[in-house]
């Protein structure tokens, strides 16, 4: 049997830290969807970047979520 990969949109996660609230760390996510599947991780993490610095809590994580469907 043959295995298909089919590369489907990939996203853009950044996790910001909002600092302590009763001793907890707290975070907030947000994603940016519909990137193209082979777009480089290096641009993608400039455009992360660029989106920082449109915030005003600190960034902890920029990510690239790559969503491929495999099937037979």
Same mark, same amino acid.
């Given at each position: 049997m043959a295995v298909t990969e089919l590369n489907n949109p990939s996203s853009l996660r950044i996790r910001l830290s909002l600092g302590q609230e009763d001793g907890k760390d707290k975070r907030r996510t947000? /994603?940016? /969807?519909h990137l193209k599947p082979d777009a480089p991780a290096q641009d993608v993490y400039d455009v992360g970047v660029a989106l920082m610095t449109l915030q005003q809590y600190p960034t902890l994580e920029i990510s690239k979520i790559d969503n491929t469907v495999i099937a037979e």
């Open positions: 947000k /994603s940016y /969807s």
